[in-house]
């Protein structure tokens, strides 16, 4: 290893800042492996927190890898090196989502865009809280949308009738995962209130980010405890009209998934940066019949992606994360 090649505890430092991102249920399905020779940061998806019935293609596991690898070039970028990336590098490998080459600052210069969004990587949190009923202001939204162009996507703000549609899609995705047992029994091995027989701490989801129980409306969140019993849990009334975005592209390939996913973690990075809270909303997409009329059929936007809700609240807490030393193998 030369001079200019990163050492351990450099990758190590990025890998950190890499998997502060998003997940399914904070599953962390993500696998880094530095290769010496070679300089490379190789990601992998991680089998073993995939999740076959809501997620048979696995988009959402790539959406939460692409995410994490757009941290690593903004926590590259915020030490002055370049990250340059080749998506889904081993067709015979569907696994290996991306190669990262870290280039010494001498080679090409640093994004100065990516480095001023690192502070947010450990600011972000989702919030599952009643956001206030004041409006995201135009030219916010405009960032947002240039966030998503930037990664090769589009984030789209609905309209009133669009955003009553997909809203009614999200409770129709609730009747959906209560009526199915398998879909419940996956979600319930990520949840973690302390009971005996649950995962390791450091994933899912932990009682203190369920949020509060809705008062009289159905919460334009996923309700992680609408059938346990959270000692201290309160009920609140969330906002009845959410301000909602959806990213999307305009195919639905495994490449456009990683795209996705960095296009994803730039926004909700931004909207940090911005002053926003924001929350994720997958439910009504992991489902076939839902997702395809979750589109805005004006829009170029070929499929969605996922649904972000933006507006002015609590942030939340930092859920908790798997050591580096799980998720990052040297070579």
Not at 148 to 162: D, I, N
Not at 245 to 260: I, S
Request: hydrophobic share 40%; charged share 25%.
């Amino acid at each position: 290893m030369d001079s200019n090649d990163p050492t351990r505890s450099f990758v190590a430092s990025l890998v950190e800042d890499a998997v502060t991102a998003p997940s399914m249920h904070n599953a962390q399905p993500w696998r880094f492996v530095h290769r010496a020779d070679t300089g490379t940061v190789e990601l992998y998806g991680d089998p073993s927190r995939a999740m076959p019935r809501e997620d048979p293609d696995r988009r959402a596991l790539h959406l939460g890898c692409g995410a994490a690898l757009f941290g690593l070039r903004v926590a590259a970028a915020h030490r002055g090196r370049h990250a340059e990336v080749r998506l889904l590098p081993d067709p015979d490998d569907p696994w290996h989502l991306a190669d990262v080459r870290l280039l010494p600052p001498s080679a090409v210069g640093h994004d100065d865009e990516l480095a001023v969004l690192h502070p947010a990587l450990r600011e972000r949190h989702t919030s599952r809280f009643p956001f206030t009923d004041e409006r995201v202001p135009a030219e916010i939204l405009d960032g947002l949308r240039s966030a998503a162009f930037l990664e090769g996507c589009r984030l789209v703000v609905p309209g009133a009738w669009h955003a009553d549609t997909v809203l009614d899609l999200v409770h129709d995705s609730e009747r959906f995962e209560a009526a199915d047992a398998l879909v419940r029994g996956e979600i319930d091995a990520w949840i973690r209130t302390g009971a005996d027989g649950e995962g390791p701490v450091t994933e899912g989801i932990p009682a203190y980010a369920f949020g509060p129980r809705q008062y009289d409306v159905t919460a334009p969140v996923r309700d992680f405890g609408s059938h346990r019993a959270v000692p201290g849990r309160d009920s609140a009334r969330f906002e009845k009209s959410p301000q909602l975005a959806l990213l999307g592209t305009v195919e639905d390939t495994a490449a456009e998934w990683l795209k996705a996913g960095q296009a994803m973690q730039r926004v909700l990075l931004r909207a940090t940066l911005d002053g926003l809270s924001t929350s994720l909303m997958s439910q009504p997409l992991e489902w076939p019949e839902l997702r395809s009329v979750a589109r805005d059929p004006g829009s170029t936007t070929g499929y969605v992606h996922m649904v972000v809700r933006l507006g002015y609240g609590p942030r939340g807490r930092t859920t908790p994360r798997r050591p580096v030393s799980e998720v990052l193998a040297f070579d």
